[in-house]
């Protein structure tokens, strides 16, 4: 721009009457806020959607109806927001949609149960069985299909909902009363946190995780396939014909399941390897490295068109890493999405799955009266 044109310009803009510029205007950041709404009603009660947001915009959607996460929108690297788990629009898709647990918590014992049997206190429980021979994800009617109850609140980590579900003494075939409370947070570092407190009146087993699919591409149709993964696992447990465990901490190096490096998961997923076979692509345990009880971050994933990183952090000792294989497109999500094979994955932190019956996992046992607790994050940014 030459002299004349600047001229030209201070001309115009005088003669069309606009103010002067403004000095000094200070941006505020906005600020974190949490807001609700109807989504809709379930067997005559109306569920809620609660929406954090924080400082950075980024914002996270969770309902009370299964304690289901449904949004997350975290920025790309070009600082667009989009939703990177799957979900619906409004709770019938989630009530209808009975088999993927789409961000839900699952309970009491998320995972499978070899049978739908356990001893505790040398006394055989028998569970619902609803995975062929198995029990899975709490079973017919799991924590993923309840009503929780839901309070607000603001902390200085973030806006927070915290839901509370009581499953009675015998529900699905579990012992004892337990009260599982289910903390969501958003944090002004892109957490979402996650935090999970457990009691019962008697000696009792749970394994409550959440369920979300991820795709950090913002957008299903593309799959998994690109994303790479790096997951601080050294052994993962293999499985029989049915998914349970066979009782082995085998050793991930020279398998499909080493991730100690960042590998590229579509080769992984479509591996020839008889546990690959099984799974009809990665449904599997992963034994996380550094000691439980700790957060820690233990699963690292990079999606490079939209630049997202998640970093998962869990005090639990295992994560399930399942790739969607069971998705079939039949599902129709979010505006209409056709929700593919593989269009996701999730990462189910967690005490091993039939850990009741295998003496050498982490054990799952709420003992009467005392409070368990454990934590997960997923963390967001964009490179
Ligand atoms: C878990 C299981 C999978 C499958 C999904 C839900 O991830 O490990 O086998 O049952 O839940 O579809």
Same mark, same amino acid.
């Given at each position: 721009?030459?002299?004349?044109?600047?001229?030209?310009?201070?001309?115009?803009?005088?003669?069309?009457?606009?103010?002067?510029?403004?000095?000094?205007?200070?941006i505020?950041?906005?600020?974190?806020?949490?807001t609700k709404?109807?989504?809709g009603?379930?067997?005559?009660?109306?569920?809620?959607?609660?929406?954090? #947001?924080?400082?950075?915009?980024?914002?996270?959607?969770?309902?009370? /109806?299964?304690a +289901? &996460?449904v !949004?997350?929108?975290?920025?790309?690297?070009?600082?667009?927001?989009?939703?990177?788990?799957?979900?619906f629009?409004?709770?019938?898709?989630?009530?209808?949609?009975?088999?993927?647990?789409?961000?839900?918590?699952?309970?009491?014992?998320?995972n499978?149960?070899?049978?739908?049997?356990?001893?505790?206190?040398?006394?055989?429980?028998?569970?619902?069985?609803?995975?062929?021979?198995?029990h899975?994800?709490?079973?017919?009617?799991?924590?993923?299909?309840?009503l929780w109850?839901?309070?607000?609140?603001?902390s200085?980590?973030?806006?927070?909902v #915290?839901?509370e579900?009581v499953?009675k003494?015998?529900e699905?075939? /579990?012992?004892? +009363? &337990?009260t !599982?409370?289910?903390t969501?947070?958003?944090t002004?570092?892109?957490a979402?946190?996650?935090?999970?407190?457990m009691?019962?009146?008697?000696?009792?087993?749970?394994?409550?995780?959440?369920?979300?699919?991820?795709?950090?591409s913002?957008d299903?149709?593309?799959?998994?396939?690109?994303?790479?993964?790096?997951?601080?696992?050294?052994?993962?447990t293999p499985?029989d014909?049915?998914?349970?465990?066979?009782?082995?901490?085998?050793?991930v190096?020279g398998?499909?399941?080493?991730?100690?490096?960042?590998?590229?998961?579509?080769?992984?997923?479509?591996?020839?390897?008889?546990?690959?076979?099984?799974?009809?692509?990665?449904?599997?345990?992963?034994?996380?490295?550094?000691?439980?009880?700790?957060l820690r971050p233990?699963v690292?994933?990079?999606?490079?068109?939209?630049?997202?990183?998640?970093?998962?952090?869990?005090?639990e000792?295992?994560?399930?890493?399942?790739?969607?294989?069971?998705?079939?497109g039949t599902?129709?999500?979010?505006?209409?999405a056709a929700?593919?094979?593989?269009?996701?994955?999730?990462?189910?932190?967690?005490?091993?799955?039939?850990?009741?019956?295998?003496a050498?996992?982490?054990?799952?046992?709420?003992?009467a009266?005392?409070?368990?607790?454990?934590?997960?994050?997923?963390?967001f940014?964009?490179?």
């Open positions: 721009m030459n002299r004349n044109h600047v001229c030209a310009l201070a001309l115009l803009t005088m003669a069309c009457g606009a103010p002067p510029p403004t000095v000094d205007k200070k505020e950041p906005p600020k974190p806020t949490l709404r109807a989504f009603s379930v067997d005559g009660q109306t569920a809620t959607l609660y929406t954090l #947001t924080n400082s950075r915009g980024m914002t996270a959607a969770v309902t009370d /109806y299964g +289901t &996460l !949004s997350i929108r975290a920025a790309n690297k070009a600082g667009q927001f989009e939703d990177v788990v799957l979900g629009d409004n709770i019938e898709g989630f009530v209808k949609a009975v088999g993927p647990y789409f961000g839900s918590i699952v309970g009491r014992y998320g499978r149960i070899a049978k739908g049997r356990f001893t505790l206190n040398g006394v055989t429980h028998k569970l619902a069985t609803n995975n062929g021979a198995n899975l994800h709490g079973g017919l009617k799991g924590f993923d299909k309840m109850k839901a309070s607000e609140s603001e200085p980590d973030g806006p927070a #915290t839901f579900y499953s003494d015998g699905e075939g /579990y012992p004892g +009363t &337990l !599982s409370r289910v969501y947070t958003l002004p570092m892109n979402l946190r996650i935090q999970y407190e009691s019962s009146d008697k000696d009792t087993i749970a394994n409550l995780t959440n369920h979300a699919y991820f795709n950090l913002g299903p149709a593309r799959g998994v396939q690109d994303h790479e993964f790096e997951i601080r696992a050294d052994r993962y499985v014909a049915g998914l349970i465990p066979t009782g082995e901490l085998a050793s190096e398998t499909p399941f080493d991730f100690r490096k960042p590998e590229r998961l579509g080769p992984r997923m479509n591996a020839q390897h008889p546990q690959i076979k099984i799974g009809n692509g990665i449904d599997h345990n992963f034994v996380l490295n550094s000691e439980a009880g700790t233990v690292i994933v990079r999606e490079p068109r939209s630049g997202r990183v998640m970093e998962v952090s869990t005090t000792p295992g994560v399930q890493f399942y790739t969607g294989n069971f998705l079939d599902i129709k999500g979010r505006g209409g929700y593919q094979q593989r269009a996701a994955f999730c990462l189910e932190t967690q005490r091993f799955p039939d850990s009741p019956n295998q050498k996992f982490p054990s799952a046992v709420v003992k009266g005392e409070k368990r607790t454990s934590e997960t994050a997923f963390k940014w964009a490179e």
